[in-house]
């Protein structure tokens, strides 16, 4: 992977707690820090997998901080029990956002209803606990922003994070105020080629950029990687795809969707530091 040795990353969305990642975790964050990933935000989708993350973070927390929050996948599981105990999680320094939560009515893994009730529920953690959102959202566009704009006048900073939507979508959004997260979707000459046509309307200082590993490996990679895991080390890649659909330089695209992340997530990061190994 080629890239300008003086450009620095954050991937905003990587599932490092996933169990693919159990044999070689430390490598895999080794070889995303030697491409220029220089922090990374875990995702946190479950209370047991926020739990993971938030011990991750507390293991390398010069480069990891985690999420909190109940994918709406498994809406199902947020009862009162799973709801406190991602309170208790959102209070810890370490967890930067609340999420990933929101809507997914592409499966519907989980009811509509209680994909609603768990979202709206997360939603007002996060106001509680003044964190910013981390934000799912497929094929419910219109609940989503509604859900939204209930709590419009209390919500703190959030980033939709893979937006894969259309352009009516990412304008509503844009002016709603959202940040936006954009993956290796834009690399899928199947379903992710119109994103090209609208990164360009997401103002600088709005733009987040993230691999979602191990999910959504770019499939324009050359030569095409032996594992079909995707890992940190792609966001590269990924920003090279987004920074040219842009008309943008990859220096300037990872300066400033950098600059963005690092402000959004409040963190007081160490920049061109050696990141811990552990
Ligand atoms: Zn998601």
Redesign the pocket.
Same mark, same amino acid.
């Given at each position: 992977m080629s890239h300008p040795p003086s450009a620095e990353f954050v991937d905003i +969305?990587i599932n490092l707690a996933h169990d693919s990642y159990d044999g070689d975790r430390e490598a895999v964050l080794r070889r995303a820090i030697d491409c220029g990933v220089r922090q990374f935000i875990v995702?946190g989708?479950s209370v047991q997998g926020s739990r993971d993350a938030l011990a991750l973070a507390q293991a390398a927390p010069r480069i990891l901080r985690a999420t909190a929050g109940c /994918?709406p996948h498994q809406a199902i599981e947020l009862d009162a029990t799973a709801l406190a105990a991602l309170d208790a999680l959102a209070a810890d320094p370490l967890v930067v956002a609340v999420g990933?939560c +929101?809507l $997914?009515y592409h499966r519907n893994f989980s009811s509509p209803r209680e994909q609603r009730a768990a979202f709206a529920a997360q939603l007002e953690l996060a106001i509680r606990h003044r964190k910013p959102l981390f934000l /799912?959202c497929?094929d419910a566009h219109a609940d989503f922003m509604a859900i939204l704009r209930e709590q419009a006048a209390a919500l703190p900073p959030a980033v939709l /994070?893979?937006f894969t939507g259309v352009a009516a979508e990412l304008d509503e959004c844009l002016e709603f105020g959202l940040y936006i997260g954009i993956t290796g979707w834009i690399c899928d000459e199947r379903r992710g080629t119109h994103l090209k046509r609208l990164v360009g309307r997401i103002p600088r200082g709005r733009l987040m950029i993230e691999t $979602?590993g191990p999910y959504l490996l770019p499939r324009d990679l050359q030569p095409k990687p032996v594992s079909r895991r995707n890992e940190p080390m792609y966001l590269p890649h990924i920003a090279a795809v987004i920074a040219a659909a842009r008309g943008e330089s990859l220096e300037d695209l990872a300066a400033h969707t950098t600059a963005t992340a690092r402000t959004f997530f409040s963190f007081a990061w160490e920049t061109n530091s050696e990141a811990d190994s552990t």
């Open positions: +969305g995702t989708a /994918h990933e +929101g $997914d /799912h497929r /994070h893979c $979602d």
